[in-house]
């Protein structure tokens, strides 16, 4: 399975803090925001990955991330110079996909929570039909909203409506099998002009292959798109990150730990970030290692 980041857009809500920077590299407490998702995919178990960025943006993330082998993994760009919907990734994303199944997680989304990873994995594992995770909020208008039938069965997904038809929104990470790029292609732009991922879910749904797994209470989705979501997902991060002396989102914790890199690779990343307290983080990490 791949991977793709949509990590475009202008960030205009977040004016004027985003005008020179893409949003995606703002810092969440002390890491990157793009740190998170990347490290959504690869709890997943996936390595091949695609960062979808606007033109100008795409320098700034490879001096961050080069080309992932620091992490095991391969990261490659792609450009989308317009923010024509989320679906979009798939059409952009067609030849490096090449009918694979893939995940898709938006650039400024977080996502925590015990047994997060053996969710991941199982879905991972898809072949055959699409995965969301339906998450309960408080004013569901403003996200994609999802419609159960009376057995519980997700007969529908609507894209923000005035009358939501439940509390459950999409988060911003779905898996597809590989005919996600083919059913992208067939979608029309909406009102606002976009390929909307709600569209192409309902494919899926129309065709019998929607799989919805509920993410409870024990796990926390931010989306980190206004000022405020910003400011509450650094305090979150920092909260569980000093309460319980374990970073998230460490990218090359995350590595070590699923076997992506081996001892001599993170050693290199504590040399790295020798004079920082994410090197130190690193180095409490090694000596663990070394214990174990």
């Not at 909203?145 to 529908?156: H, K, S, Y």
Request: charge should be negative; charged fraction near 20%.
């Amino acid at each position: 399975m791949k991977g793709l980041i949509l990590s475009g857009g202008s960030g205009s809500r977040l004016y004027p803090a985003t005008r020179s920077v893409n949003k995606q590299l703002l810092p969440i407490f002390d890491k990157p925001m793009i740190y998170y998702p990347i490290s959504v995919l690869m709890l997943a178990g996936i390595r091949d990955i695609l960062m979808i960025t606007r033109p100008e943006d795409e320098s700034l993330y490879r001096h961050l991330l080069g080309d992932g082998q620091q992490f095991g993994l391969t990261i490659s760009y792609i450009h989308q110079p317009a923010p024509n919907g989320l679906a979009e990734a798939f059409i952009l994303g067609e030849s490096f996909l090449v009918g694979e199944p893939s995940a898709l997680i938006l650039g400024d989304n977080l996502f925590y929570g015990h047994g997060l990873a053996d969710k991941l994995q199982d879905a991972a594992k898809l072949q055959d039909g699409a995965t969301i995770f339906p998450y309960y909020v408080k004013d569901p208008s403003q996200y994609g909203v999802v419609e159960f039938n009376a057995d519980g069965r997700v007969i529908g997904i609507e894209e923000k409506p005035a009358l939501p038809k439940s509390h459950y929104a999409v988060p911003g990470l779905y898996f597809f099998d590989g005919q996600a790029s083919t059913l992208a292609s067939e979608i029309t732009p909406s009102a606002r002009g976009e390929l909307e991922i709600t569209d192409l879910i309902n494919k899926y749904i129309a065709r019998g292959k929607l799989h919805a797994h509920k993410l409870g209470r024990g796990y926390a989705w931010l989306d980190t798109g206004t000022h405020d979501n910003l400011l509450n997902a650094s305090l979150f991060v920092r909260t569980v990150e000093e309460r319980q002396g374990l970073k998230i989102g460490c990218l090359e914790e995350i590595a070590l730990r699923m076997g992506f890199i081996d001892i001599e690779q993170f050693e290199k990343a504590i040399l790295f970030y020798k004079n920082s307290a994410y090197g130190d983080y690193l180095r409490e990490v090694f000596n663990l290692e070394k214990l174990s």
